[in-house]
């Protein structure tokens, strides 16, 4: 049985109704969807009863009620915990996916006795109803230990998706392993793919889009387009970025280390630039010391150049950590101007 788990809170009618309708035409139906609603103040849950009662599979349907709003982290460590199937497959309540994406990503699973198995991502621009590729990619398989945080890690230059939706999970390997969600804002899925991609041993990689990441102006995915930000999302994903860093030091020996750091401290430069850039925007601007944490290196500068590989990129951002705070946002916006 394979777990549809998806976490509710506040969704529109449109949305939540063409996400269910994707779950519920999936062409494989060994599944159970199940729903957490972390106590939604508005009519979402009566539009989950709506749209359930046109379906034959609706009795494949589990709705756990959250006696009180916990957020996302723990609305997906309730599905976690809850899930009876032999796989899990999280999505938000606000996209939708392929009517065959289970079927799909089970018979690869199954094939390749996989841990993971991740499928393509498109978006759905919801006010232009326009579709196009986010991700898309290689079809590859891994089965050797490392191989998929080597390739993950490895180049700089690749981008692997820090989202933890449109993955088909064996639960035997995320409960053996312990991985869960930690609280930490809308990151939560950052950090928890970051851990668990260096435990995956076989995995799988597919071009077939299987999921459809609906995009709404204003939304929490793209916080800078608002005229006011709030502080919250990037002080999440600093903070974030700052647990992964220590995370990551036990690892050193590994052959992937290298580009997991830059990889952070790619992230972390980002974050920091968003800082200066928006920071007329924000509700309350970071100051410059913020912004210098939000950079700060992973380890020592010997520690760094002993580094295998990416040791000088490595070496160039843990330098940068080491800025007076009061040059940081002017230089940050240069070395943005001047990026590759």
Not at 178 to 204: P, Q, R, W
Not at 250 to 266: I, S, T, V
Not at 274 to 296: D, L
Not at 316 to 337: A, D, E, K, Q, T
């Amino acid at each position: 049985m394979v777990i549809i788990g998806i976490p509710v809170f506040n969704c529109t009618q449109d949305l939540i109704s063409k996400c269910l309708d994707s779950v519920l035409n999936q062409t494989y139906t060994d599944i159970e969807v199940l729903i957490v609603n972390d106590c939604c103040t508005d009519n979402t849950m009566q539009y989950v009863i709506s749209t359930l009662q046109d379906y034959q599979l609706k009795d494949k349907v589990r709705i756990i009620n959250h006696s009180k709003n916990v957020g996302i982290a723990e609305s997906r460590n309730t599905i976690l915990k809850e899930a009876r199937g032999k796989y899990l497959f999280l999505m938000d309540c606000d996209d939708y996916i392929d009517v065959q994406t289970i079927e799909i990503l089970l018979n690869q699973a199954e094939l390749n006795q996989a841990e993971a198995v991740w499928g393509s991502i498109a978006t759905h621009n919801f006010e232009k109803d326009e579709d196009g590729v986010y991700f898309q990619h290689p079809n590859m398989v891994f089965s050797e230990k490392e191989a998929l945080g080597i390739y993950a890690f490895g180049d700089s230059r690749k981008h692997f998706p820090n989202s933890v939706w449109n993955i088909l999970l064996n639960l035997d390997f995320i409960r053996r392993n312990n991985v869960h969600f930690e609280s930490y804002g809308y990151c939560d899925d950052y950090i928890f793919t970051h851990k668990m991609l260096i435990l995956i041993t076989k995995a799988v990689l597919l071009s077939k889009i299987t999921y459809y990441w609906v995009i709404r102006e204003g939304s929490q995915s793209h916080p800078t387009e608002r005229t006011v930000i709030s502080n919250k999302s990037l002080k999440d994903q600093f903070v974030a970025n700052t647990v992964l860093k220590s995370f990551c030091k036990q690892f050193k020996c590994k052959p992937y280390y290298g580009g997991y750091c830059l990889r952070l401290y790619k992230e972390s430069f980002f974050t920091a630039y968003t800082m200066v850039k928006h920071r007329n925007n924000f509700n309350t601007p970071f100051s410059n010391s913020e912004i210098k944490q939000a950079i700060s290196p992973i380890d020592s500068v010997i520690s760094t150049i002993m580094i295998t590989t990416h040791w000088k990129e490595n070496l160039f951002f843990c330098l940068l950590g080491h800025l007076p705070s009061f040059l940081v946002p002017p230089v940050l916006r240069v070395l943005y101007n001047h990026r590759a």
